[in-house]
């Protein structure tokens, strides 16, 4: 299984992206999928989570009401649509995938590559 996460780039703060994070080798629906990031001197944290049934997703305190995950089981991938971006929102962005996993503790099996989100002030 390999995730390929992308959509990442410079923006200004109030500006938007969205990530996307393919899936390859395994089905998506199969699995809970989490957005982390790591900004620099920091610990990797979890951001945001669906599981794998998506009747669940969780948001970390820091972006409730501004980001939003998704997923799209026939293209076998996540989204992570971030407005209202914030200059603390900089930091590199990874997915996740944990097999069937019922809450968003981990360990998650499979990891992305990361992309790099940078929000100007």
């Known amino acids: 299984v390999q995730l390929q996460a992308s959509g990442g780039g410079l923006v200004q703060a109030g500006g938007s992206l969205r990530l996307s994070c393919a899936v390859s080798?395994?089905?998506?629906?199969?699995?809970?999928m989490g957005w982390f990031r790591q900004a620099p001197g920091k610990e990797r944290d979890l951001v945001s989570g669906?599981?794998?049934?998506?009747?669940?997703?969780y948001y970390a305190d820091s972006v409730k009401g501004r980001f939003t995950i998704s997923r799209d089981n026939a293209k076998d991938t996540v989204y992570l649509q971030m407005n209202s971006l914030k200059p603390e929102d900089t930091a590199v962005y990874y997915c996740?995938?944990?097999?069937?996993?019922?809450?968003?503790?981990?360990?998650?099996?499979?990891w992305g590559q990361g992309t790099q989100v940078t929000v100007s002030s």
């Open positions: 669906i599981s794998w049934r998506g009747s669940n997703q």
């Open positions: 080798g395994g089905t998506v629906s199969r699995y809970t």
């Open positions: 996740a995938a944990d097999w069937m996993a019922a809450n968003y503790a981990g360990p998650f099996d499979y």
